[in-house]
């Protein structure tokens, strides 16, 4: 079964899918293991999911009690109340979001040159209403803060308070290496299991929806976390693929205690949109 889109937004997409994934041929190299029709009651029951992740307020905790608790032993933790103020809680959603930006093209994935493939909003939103891609395309744009329409975004949030310390600040604009994203995207979509390049780490804001995560003890053997052979397809390198194949192994007792992930619970939402900031000191 294929998405009901009109004819513009299926060429569009459609390009996009082939510059983005050119080893998947056609609408069916993209749903061929119909993952959008099965039950991933595994990620989603939260008798199920253990959620591990301890939280904390950013109206109770002091910058350096977050320093000396958190950043210097680099514990993972989810921060509240620090998104009260921002406009994008509001301004974020899919109809806003589709009329503000209509016409500016996002980034959601590259070529196998390494060159940006991109989809205007007005596209891209139709497309994940709508997709069943078994692992679809995602907004992942870290430029849109140089662009003079999508810079707009900007001023719809602020850096929280724990983070504002960034040494990067001083090689300039010009010269430091990318440092922050807006990201959007349908369920089954996301990032593989990987490490953040050059050492870096992040914080990352979630606006709507929900991202699952599932952080490693950066000593985990990279054997244990890899996909058995023959096992998804086209998808194996897809965070879709990972999380179904992968991921419930986590969970059982016979996995090494040292080497649990921590977790948090998944909540009924079928659409992510989110700011990722890297974290520089």
């Not at 959620?51 to 032993?73: H, K, M, N, T, W």
């Not at 909003?121 to 395309?137: A, F, H, I, N, R």
């Not at 090494?256 to 079928?270: A, G």
Request: hydrophobic content about 35%; overall charge positive; aromatic content about 12%.
């Amino acid at each position: 079964m294929e998405a009901a889109w009109d004819k513009r937004t299926r060429e569009r997409v459609n390009e996009a899918r082939t510059r983005a994934r050119p080893e998947l041929k056609g609408e069916l190299g993209w749903t061929c293991l119909q993952l959008a029709s099965k039950s991933h009651s595994h990620l989603t029951d939260t008798r199920l999911v253990r959620d591990s992740c301890e939280r904390i307020s950013s109206l109770e905790v002091s910058g350096p009690a977050f320093a000396e608790l958190y950043e210097r032993p680099s514990v993972p933790v989810v921060i509240t109340d620090d998104q009260l103020e921002w406009e994008a809680s509001k301004k974020w959603t899919l109809e806003r979001l589709y009329r503000k930006y209509r016409n500016q093209r996002f980034k959601c994935g590259e070529d196998n040159d390494g060159y940006s493939v991109k989809m205007k909003m007005k596209y891209y939103v139709k497309y994940m209403e709508q997709t069943l891609d078994d692992s679809p395309l995602y907004i992942f744009d870290g430029s849109f803060g140089d662009h003079t329409k999508k810079k707009k975004l900007l001023e719809d949030f602020q850096v929280p308070k724990y983070f504002r310390d960034d040494l990067f600040r001083y090689a300039g604009e010009s010269k430091r290496p990318p440092y922050r994203w807006f990201v959007m995207g349908p369920a089954r979509s996301g990032t593989g299991i990987h490490v953040d390049p050059l050492g870096t780490s992040a914080w990352n804001a979630l606006v709507r929806g929900h991202k699952r995560w599932a952080l490693f003890p950066p000593h985990t053997p990279k054997e244990l976390l890899k996909l058995p052979p023959g096992v998804g397809g086209n998808q194996r390198d897809e965070a879709i693929a990972w999380f179904l194949y992968v991921f419930p192994k986590t969970q059982d007792a016979s996995w090494p205690r040292d080497l649990k992930p921590v977790c948090e619970r998944w909540t009924d939402s079928r659409i992510l949109i989110m700011i990722l900031s890297e974290a520089n000191e």
